[in-house]
Every structure is written in C-alpha cells, then in structure tokens.
C-alpha cells in the first residue's frame, strides 16, 4: 500500500549513494571502537598527552597577557617630553 516512488535514476542513486554512506560510516564507527577498545592504553596517553600540551599552551597564554599588559602600563606612565595637549574651547 505505501510505496516509494523512485521512478527517475537520479532518484534511485541519490538513495543508493546514501544507503553505501551510512554503511560505510557504520563500518568505520564499528572498527573505530574495536580499535579503541583494543588499544586503549595509546589512547588514554595520546588524551593524557594532548590535554598536557593545551596546559602549556594556556600558561604560555596567560604569560604572554600578563608581560603585555605590565609594559602598556610601563608605556602609559612614560615621561614625554615635547607633547602639548590641546583641549577645544567648547564655548566660543
């Protein structure tokens, strides 16, 4: 009673094209975790050793504000000679 109605080829390979995705994908998903499961260990360390790199990366991060920020006050309580500052007369 309910049909799908793929008359035209374009159709019949759009649905064949995603039929082949989704099992391939689900291959891959299937192999992924057995090779997880199996070298877990590699993968605890490669996590281990990723999150310890972003670690590094933050402090360097926050080094880099931290001297930036002392030398723009460094710079903002500078001496300079030869600098006139003019105000506009806002009433005449």
Same mark, same amino acid.
């Given at each position: 009673?309910?049909?799908?109605?793929?008359?035209?080829?374009?159709?019949?390979? =759009?649905?064949?094209? #995603? =039929?082949?995705?989704?099992?391939?994908?689900?291959?891959?998903?299937?192999?992924?975790?057995?090779?997880?499961? !199996? #070298? +877990?260990? #590699?993968?605890?360390?490669?996590?281990?050793? !990723?999150? $310890?790199?972003?670690? $590094?990366? =933050? !402090?360097? &991060? =926050?080094?880099?504000? &931290?001297?930036?920020? +002392?030398?723009?006050? +460094?710079?903002?309580?500078? &001496? +300079?000679?030869?600098?006139?500052?003019? $105000?506009?007369? #806002?009433?005449?």
């Amino acid at each position: 009673m309910f049909r799908f109605f793929f008359i035209r080829e374009p159709f019949r390979q =759009a649905g064949r094209s #995603l =039929a082949v995705g989704a099992f391939l994908t689900g291959l891959f998903l299937i192999g992924f975790g057995l090779l997880v499961f !199996i #070298l +877990r260990d #590699l993968f605890a360390f490669l996590a281990a050793a !990723i999150f $310890f790199a972003a670690g $590094f990366s =933050a !402090i360097g &991060y =926050a080094v880099r504000v &931290y001297w930036l920020t +002392r030398q723009m006050d +460094r710079e903002h309580r500078a &001496y +300079r000679e030869n600098v006139e500052i003019h $105000f506009p007369d #806002l009433w005449q």
